[in-house]
């Protein structure tokens, strides 16, 4: 899991995370994202970092194999997981579907992971969650 440190500069950037039932704000600087994926039942995780320029998808791991999830060829098998580091430019958003039929995306940092439901205080359901970064405000 990525090691996350919370964002504490002025005018740093934190995680937003907005759902239908509000936003919630995360003040760190990395986490890691893990779900299970709904057919195969197999673990998933992304280590991220919230960086001014948007959303930084550090590095993935998967647990196995399936249809349509396949590791790219770059992977690597160290302990039972695939893993390899995305070539992709920072995101200014990312959105999280949830079909329902594997449990909740969940968020890791500092060491506790927690599902998005648990995050912002209500059940997600099947709603999309958009994760972005927010701007603090300088004090």
Do not use: Y
């Not at 197999?42 to 959303?55: F, N, S």
């Not at 550090?58 to 396949?70: D, F, I, L, N």
């Amino acid at each position: 899991m990525a090691a996350a440190s919370a964002c504490n500069g002025r005018g740093g950037v934190s995680l937003c995370l907005a759902t239908a039932g509000g936003m919630k704000t995360l003040a760190l600087s990395a986490f890691t994202l893990v779900w299970t994926h709904s057919i195969a039942k197999v673990e998933w995780q992304e280590d991220w970092r919230v960086t001014p320029a948007g959303l930084e998808l550090v590095q993935a791991r998967v647990k196995g194999t399936g249809p349509g999830m396949e590791p790219p060829p770059e992977a690597r098998l160290v302990d039972g997981w695939f893993q390899w580091r995305p070539q992709r430019a920072p995101m200014p958003e990312v959105v999280l579907g949830n079909s329902g039929a594997a449990g909740e995306w969940r968020l890791c940092h500092g060491g506790k992971c927690r599902t998005l439901s648990e995050i912002v205080g209500h059940p997600i359901g099947a709603n999309v969650t958009k994760m972005s970064i927010c701007q603090q405000q300088e004090k």
